[in-house]
């Protein structure tokens, strides 16, 4: 069984509005060290794929829906997990 970690982040040329607003209120919070706010999703997913498959399987799913390619970036991390 495996723990997936999917993470997703907007494009660094695709303007991120939800960031932009974050950042506003964190300066008028006095965090004026604050410069730049990217807002994103992480997802967990449990697996219970041969160990050859996940990474072609996880890849998929995340081109196929749970990522907006044309706009966004993603990156992952596999890890094995023991069934409880």
Partial sequence: M??????VTLR??????QGNA???????LSYTEV???R???YMELI????DREVEETVKE???????NTVIEDYRYEIEEVVAQ
């Fill in 61 to 67: 799913m995340c081109e196929k829906l749970l990522v």
């Fill in 47 to 50: 697996l219970e794929k041969s």
């Fill in 39 to 41: 807002i994103g999703k």
């Fill in 35 to 37: 410069q730049d706010v």
């Fill in 12 to 17: 660094e040329s695709v303007l991120d509005p």
């Fill in 2 to 7: 495996f723990k997936v970690k999917v993470y």
């Fill in 22 to 28: 974050v950042k506003g209120s964190l300066n008028s």
